[in-house]
């Protein structure tokens, strides 16, 4: 949001997308954090392995994606 807000001089297009990908991953954490919750106490009742995160592998791609679109925010004009 930060990124639309502050008004920097960088390629608008580059900039909505990024601000939107990380406000799409803001506003889906929560929401997986709590199937991964309830996935773990279901693990745990049933006395099985635990579930691995799929948390952590999107919130990377979302970070890494708008990391990548900020960086040709900068580089084209």
């Known amino acids: 949001m ?3 807000v502050l008004g920097l ?3 608008s297009a580059f900039r909505l ?3 939107l990908v990380l406000v799409t991953a803001g506003v ?5 954090a709590w ?14 392995p635990l579930p691995a ?3 952590a592998p999107l919130l990377g791609l979302a970070v890494t994606g708008a990391g990548v679109l900020i960086l040709l925010a900068i ?3």
């Open 53 to 55: 995160s799929r948390m």
């Open 2 to 4: 930060a990124l639309e």
């Open 9 to 11: 001089d960088l390629n």
């Open 17 to 19: 997308s990024a601000a």
């Open 28 to 32: 889906l954490t929560p929401a997986m």
């Open 35 to 48: 199937w991964g919750w309830a996935a773990t106490e279901r693990a745990l009742r049933l006395h099985v």
């Open 75 to 77: 580089l084209v004009p």
